[in-house]
């Protein structure tokens, strides 16, 4: 059974530094890895995907990594904003076509 | 969010009735996921279905749940004779195809649930 496991929990940082979020998952048959963006009270936005032959991807001052053989994901954030203060989940999809969720990293970049 | 659309945003309802959740998903994506979000946890699978099938319903509980995405139509998520612990956000989200590396799902606003 898929496991995802998303540190740190909560991360507060001043505005302008660049950050890292950690995700990583227990079975590496999987088709892509998503990040997404939660506002409170709102939907997920999807931030970014990437597929299981792909080692990162790019949008913006966004960048996520993936590692699969060791079943590791990185988001990283860069010139961080308080814009930017939300929940970030990462998910992952395998051969059960659902995705499987992390319980998320809380940001909360301070002006 | 390419117009996942999930109405109502808010649903309030007694213990003991019933809740109709109603999903439509992006145009053109055949495909439609339920998830469900308690409080202070995360997000957790449902129910996957494609046009008039369910495909898989293996996170649904097996009493007082059920799913359908008719050939027409919304995808509705009903919960009959609602207790407080089905107090939570539920999620739909649909995609182009089901297994390809490539599919993005694509998630809406939700329905949060309050039973009283």
């Known amino acids: 059974k898929q496991e995802v496991t998303q540190i740190p929990a909560a991360l507060s940082v001043p505005e302008g530094e660049n950050l890292v979020l950690n995700c990583s998952f227990t079975?590496?048959?999987?088709?892509?890895l998503q990040w997404f963006r939660q506002d409170p009270g709102k939907g997920l936005t999807s931030l970014l995907l990437i597929q299981s032959s792909q080692r990162e991807q790019t949008s913006g001052r966004l960048n996520a990594s993936l590692d699969k053989s060791s079943g590791r994901s990185t988001l990283y954030i860069a010139a961080s904003q308080p814009g930017d203060s939300a929940t970030y989940l990462c998910a992952v999809s395998g051969s059960a076509r659902q995705l499987t969720f992390g319980s998320g990293t809380q940001l909360t970049v301070l002006p | 969010n390419a117009g996942v659309m999930q109405n109502p945003r808010h649903l309030v309802r007694r213990r003991g009735q019933e809740a109709r959740l109603r999903c439509s998903p992006v145009?053109?994506?055949?495909?439609v996921y339920w998830y469900r979000q308690l409080p202070e946890e995360g997000l957790k699978f449902m129910v996957y279905?494609?046009?008039?099938?369910?495909?898989?319903e293996s996170g649904m509980p097996k009493e007082r749940f059920s799913a359908e995405f008719p050939k027409e139509g919304p995808s509705i998520l009903r919960i009959q004779q609602v207790v407080r612990g089905d107090s939570a956000a539920y999620f739909c989200a649909s995609s182009r195809a089901g297994t390809d590396s490539n599919t993005e799902a694509f998630f809406g606003q939700g329905t949060r649930l309050t039973v009283v």
């Open positions: 145009k053109g994506h055949s495909h």
């Open positions: 079975d590496s048959a999987i088709y892509n």
């Open positions: 279905l494609q046009k008039e099938n369910i495909i898989d």
